[in-house]
């Protein structure tokens, strides 16, 4: 079965350092990846996708993350985090069908 | 930017009374969507919908589930009987195709509080 991983419940980044969130997903062939944000009693964001093409992907607000199929990862990067990315990120995953698969999230919190 | 609607943002039932959650989705949008996440949890697919019927269903979208689009604006999930562990942030999505490039667009969610 598919399945999406985050091995980090959460994570603490200094202001202005750089940040990268894991993310591995189970599945025999080329999934259809994203990342969401979701702030605190919000809905969810959509960061950034990888459909096909250049492995690594841009998105909004300053991020990006890339497509690795030798790890089967997707992990999400960005260089200098701001105090507003302080949320809850989930990965995501679809193998064509029509449910979405989200990880766990990965909880960020930024210190000034 | 089309976006998704829910309505309302928060609903408070008792234990045993129906709810409707309502979604407005993305008016040139085929594929309708509903998913859960309970505090503190992953989000979880729930249901699909296409063509007036589920296309697919996992296995928490149970008998007292069902969804509707009553009119060619409005999808609705219903909650028969709420039960105190139907307390989730329940989450509408909808999509312009299936399969491949099947992008969700997420509405803001409806908070459901069961007492």
């Known amino acids: 079965a598919q399945s999406v991983t985050q091995p980090d419940i959460h994570i603490t980044v200094s202001e202005g350092a750089s940040l990268e969130l894991r993310c591995n997903y189970s599945?025999?062939?080329?999934?259809?990846l994203f990342w969401y944000v979701q702030s605190p009693g919000q809905g969810l964001q959509l960061l950034l996708k990888?459909?096909?093409?250049?492995?690594l992907v841009q998105g909004i607000k300053g991020f990006e993350a890339e497509f690795k199929r030798s790890q089967s990862s997707f992990n999400l990067r960005k260089p200098s985090v701001h105090w507003s990315d302080a949320a809850e990120y989930f990965c995501a995953v679809n193998t064509g069908g029509f449910k979405t698969i989200f990880g766990a999230g990965t909880r960020l919190f930024v210190k000034a | 930017e089309p976006e998704v609607t829910q309505t309302p943002s928060h609903q408070v039932t008792q234990m045993g009374q129906e709810v409707i959650l309502r979604c407005v989705p993305i008016s040139n949008h085929l594929y309708f969507y509903w998913y859960r996440q309970i505090l503190g949890q992953k989000v979880e697919f729930l249901v699909s919908?296409?063509?007036?019927?589920?296309?697919?269903k996992s296995e928490i979208f149970d008998d007292q589930f069902s969804v509707e689009r009553p009119d060619g604006s409005n999808f609705t999930l219903k909650i028969r009987s709420t039960k105190l562990e139907d307390s989730a942030m329940y989450f509408c999505?909808?999509?312009?195709?299936?399969?491949?490039?099947?992008?969700?667009?997420f509405g803001p969610g409806t908070r459901l509080t069961v007492l």
């Open positions: 999505a909808s999509s312009e195709t299936s399969g491949r490039y099947n992008e969700q667009f």
């Open positions: 599945y025999g062939a080329t999934p259809y």
């Open positions: 919908f296409y063509n007036n019927e589920i296309s697919e």
């Open positions: 990888y459909f096909s093409g250049d492995t």
